[in-house]
């Protein structure tokens, strides 16, 4: 069998239409059935993460202010003085009890615990995280949380999801799709965002990019989308101004302010791994409930010096974006949010890092652009825009989801203008993350527990090769008259493990491997080979993807293949068996290996 080059991507395959028509081949019909449920789960997920947003402003109108409203507010603008050092450890009590008593997966900011559900879980998720998810995080971020709402009305709306597939009896794979539609309403129901919710369902849930999951993901999306604009309507959630570049020379210093941010997103995801491990080892009876008393203390004392860390920081970050901070106001809060999201979620209490991560990063990116423009003025742009792009480029990094964050941070701000400078700063970002750190935020919790998280993924090797790329041409066959005795007589054993067996028109009718010529009693050897021949095989036809075949060959618990014509007669022109599909990965590992031994001589 010769080695052949593997292409982009599988040859369309005309001889499908031997076995189907045209309908259903590119897309399941089943699709259309589950785009309606994306939907319902879109809609309902959008109302509940405007229902969330709801309960938190009145948990922080409660517990900062002492009244009783749905007005939207910051936590920042109290008046408490030192007693605010207490309001965040009631909220760390409360998700405490509730970790402790009820639903342990309620600990951390959602997502982890979506992914491991998808990866391990086979998509099931429980209904008490729908319904104390929300809640938990309700107390946590409206007693001061410096989190967002993101995180858990992410995991909230997959575990709606998940919860509906479960209730109509859906496969795994189509309850992942819902989970995952559930996720992306989520994302996008809280901020206007649409684009991103779809990418964050597909780079940190998915892991592919496929029509039938990819369609019912975009609909929940859109549904949930028009769910918050029907409510707030269309404004951008952190309006800026028209930012623009002074030339391409000034992308020199984004991609420098990317590296910056990558080393804050692997000092934030060291510090956070740490901290848990940390309170996770703390010598106190259960710590499930007191470990986040503890972290929110701390935090009680950080917001009283920086109260504008409290809560979810939309204000603050609307001042990062408007150029309305002071610099030692950017550093200062910056550096406090950081320490104060790292030890309040390694303390063990619920919220999610997206808005934690703009504040931190939109600090440092407009400080840097403050010093940069005192050695490069004329070069220098509005320090604003470095706080744009520096968002993006932490939790870009942090995440290891790149594309949601540029995607992002565009929807929130309206800004065309800030395309280009964010894919600079943020894959940059990204890059020098991954070259540093295993883990991202989102897997280093699933890493401890002993599981394997790859938040990488590409077309399957099986899907980009064809069967008649694999199969063997050379073989001999066996007329299904001829009688076993004689067979014998002339048969010479050689590297042939399957020989097919054809009628006198050359047609398949079955195949037999050369231990089946000595399975019968010498009285039996005047059998003829068509009573001999297995029907234990698949038949294939040149052009159709590996991948296709392999799923034929599982579902038949067989590992041997025929190919044969694509019209007329089934004449086999090719056999293979599972172990030629299993030397498309080694042929894939030396292409790589060629490619890397050329470039090292070349340099």
């Known amino acids: 069998m010769a080695e052949f080059p593997i292409p982009e991507a599988a040859a369309t395959p005309e001889s499908q239409s031997?076995?189907?028509?045209?309908?259903?081949?590119?897309?399941?019909?089943?699709?259309?059935?589950?785009?309606?449920y994306a939907l319902l789960v879109g809609l309902v997920a959008g109302l509940v993460a405007q229902g969330l947003l709801e309960l938190i402003y009145v948990f922080t109108?409660?517990?900062?202010?002492?009244?009783?409203?749905?007005a939207i507010t910051n936590p920042a603008h109290n008046h408490l003085g030192l007693w605010v050092i207490l309001i965040p450890p009631l909220g760390g009590l409360l998700v405490g009890i509730m970790i402790y008593f009820w639903e342990p997966t309620l600990k951390g900011h959602g997502i982890p615990e979506a992914m491991e559900s998808?990866?391990?879980?086979?998509?099931?998720?429980?209904?008490?995280?729908?319904?104390?998810?929300?809640?938990?995080?309700?107390?946590?971020?409206?007693?001061?949380?410096?989190?967002?709402?993101?995180?858990?009305?992410?995991?909230?709306?997959?575990a709606l999801g998940s919860l509906f597939g479960q209730a109509i009896g859906l496969t795994p794979y189509y309850r992942r799709v819902l989970l995952a539609s559930g996720a992306a309403a989520g994302m996008a129901a809280t901020f206007t965002a649409p684009l991103a919710g779809i990418l964050v369902a597909v780079e940190l849930l998915l892991f592919e990019l496929r029509a039938r999951s990819f369609i019912p993901v975009a609909l929940a999306s859109a549904v949930a989308t028009g769910v918050r604009i029907h409510f707030v309507g269309w404004a951008p959630l952190f309006p800026t101004p028209a930012f623009k570049l002074t030339g391409m020379r000034e992308l020199w210093l984004f991609a420098v302010l990317g590296l910056l941010m990558g080393l804050v997103g692997i000092a934030m995801i060291r510090a956070l791994s740490w901290l848990e491990d940390f309170f996770d080892n703390l010598p106190v009876k259960?710590?499930?409930?007191?470990?986040?008393?503890?972290?929110?203390?701390?935090?009680?004392?950080?917001?009283?010096?920086?109260?504008?860390?409290?809560?979810?920081?939309?204000?603050?970050?609307?001042?990062?974006?408007?150029?309305?901070?002071?610099?030692?106001?950017?550093?200062?809060?910056?550096?406090a949010k950081f320490w104060a999201l790292v030890i309040s979620l390694g303390s063990g209490t619920t919220g999610g890092v997206f808005a934690p991560s703009l504040v931190v990063g939109g600090g440092l990116g407009a400080t840097f652009a403050v010093g940069a423009q005192h050695l490069f003025p004329s070069v220098v742009s509005n320090p604003a825009f470095y706080a744009l792009a520096a968002m993006a480029a932490v939790f870009g990094g942090i995440a290891r989801a790149p594309f949601t964050s540029i995607v992002f941070l565009f929807e929130l701000s309206h800004n065309p203008n800030s395309l280009l400078p964010l894919i600079v700063c943020v894959m940059i970002s990204d890059g020098f993350v991954r070259?540093?750190?295993?883990?991202?935020?989102?897997?280093?919790?699933?890493?401890?527990?002993?599981?394997?998280?790859?938040?990488?993924?590409?077309?399957?090797?099986?899907?980009?090769?064809?069967?008649?790329?694999?199969?063997?041409?050379?073989f001999s066959v066996f007329q299904a008259q001829d009688e076993l005795r004689k067979v014998l007589e002339t048969f010479v054993p050689g590297d042939e493990a399957l020989i097919p067996v054809v009628d006198a028109s050359g047609a398949l009718t079955g195949i037999v491997e050369p231990h089946d010529l000595l399975r019968t009693e010498p009285p039996d050897h005047h059998f003829r080979m068509r009573e001999l021949a297995r029907r234990d095989y698949v038949v294939a036809y040149p052009g159709e993807s590996v991948d296709q075949v392999h799923r034929d060959m599982m579902l038949k618990n067989t590992e041997n293949v025929v190919i044969v014509q694509s019209t007329g007669l089934r004449k086999p022109i090719g056999l293979a068996r599972a172990n030629d599909i299993l030397q498309l990965r080694r042929w894939l590992m030396e292409e790589e290996t060629r490619e890397m031994r050329s470039n090292g001589s070349q340099s």
């Open 18 to 36: 031997n076995k189907k028509g045209q309908i259903g081949v590119a897309l399941e019909p089943e699709v259309v059935r589950i785009c309606g």
């Open 61 to 70: 109108n409660i517990f900062f202010y002492g009244r009783f409203s749905f």
């Open 286 to 335: 259960r710590s499930l409930i007191w470990s986040p008393v503890i972290g929110a203390f701390i935090l009680g004392g950080i917001g009283y010096f920086y109260p504008q860390v409290l809560g979810t920081s939309y204000d603050t970050i609307r001042d990062m974006l408007n150029d309305r901070l002071t610099t030692g106001h950017l550093v200062g809060i910056s550096f």
């Open 118 to 158: 998808v990866l391990f879980g086979h998509s099931r998720m429980r209904i008490r995280v729908a319904i104390l998810k929300p809640l938990a995080t309700a107390f946590a971020i409206g007693t001061g949380g410096p989190f967002g709402a993101e995180g858990p009305i992410i995991q909230t709306g997959a």
């Open 435 to 474: 070259l540093f750190s295993r883990d991202s935020i989102m897997t280093v919790k699933l890493v401890k527990r002993g599981l394997i998280v790859l938040q990488d993924y590409s077309v399957p090797v099986l899907m980009r090769a064809r069967i008649d790329q694999v199969m063997r041409k050379n």
